[in-house]
């Protein structure tokens, strides 16, 4: 991912490997990732059980923090695909009851219909 597009708020692909090592003691029995994406250092990881986002804090981005959303909890979720002029897409999913929806961006050439399927996969 470039450093511009990353600070414009744009998520993109994130490696495998990575994700093995991060999500090591966080995946329970028959849990597999479908899809992961990273805003910067952030990322939001897709699995067939839940959603988990993973916030890392300070200089170094040695704390995290990650916050399970069973997919049950979904109540809605959009996506605005990119047009001719705004090259990115959004996402948004509203959880339980709060009225703001999570957003994330994502850039051109990151497939949102994947992970727009992965949602409804699990949630309908």
Not at 68 to 84: L, Q, R, V
Not at 94 to 118: H, M, Q
Request: with cysteine; charged share 30%; proline share 2%.
């Amino acid at each position: 991912m470039g450093l511009l597009s990353g600070l414009m708020g744009n998520a993109s692909e994130v490696d495998g490997e990575e994700l093995d090592k991060l999500l090591a003691d966080t995946l329970v029995s028959g849990e597999n990732v479908e899809k992961a994406f990273k805003v910067i250092r952030d990322m939001f990881v897709f699995t067939n059980k839940r959603l988990i986002l993973i916030d890392k804090q300070g200089v170094t981005g040695s704390k995290i923090e990650m916050l399970t959303i069973p997919y049950s909890k979904i109540t809605k979720f959009s996506k605005e695909s990119a047009g001719h002029f705004d090259l990115d897409s959004e996402l948004k999913i509203w959880i339980g009851s709060e009225p703001e929806p999570l957003t994330r961006e994502f850039k051109a050439g990151d497939n949102i219909n994947e992970v727009y399927r992965i949602i409804s996969q699990y949630c309908l």
